[in-house]
């Protein structure tokens, strides 16, 4: 699995929440069963706000923001 499918998956679940879905709709509806995903959502602090970070199976992070409603991947 490649850098390229988890951006795809973060653009996918950014889509949905910027068309009014919550990350508990996208968590349950895409992420909790998706092929990339190794494990549940965790709080996290960066910065100065909360983030949500999933692990992936590819070692990478997909981070939620909520304030600004969108996931990225690091």
Not at 6 to 13: H, I, K, P, T, V
Not at 44 to 52: E, H, I, K, Q, T
């Amino acid at each position: 699995m490649s850098r390229e499918r988890a951006q795809n998956l973060a653009e996918s679940c950014t889509e949905l929440v910027r068309k009014g879905n919550d990350f508990p709709t996208v968590w349950a509806a895409v992420l909790k069963s998706h092929p990339l995903v190794n494990g549940v959502p965790e709080s996290r602090f960066a910065v100065d706000r909360g983030v949500l970070v999933i692990r992936l199976i590819t070692g990478e992070r997909l981070l939620f923001d909520g304030e600004s409603k969108q996931f990225s991947v690091k």
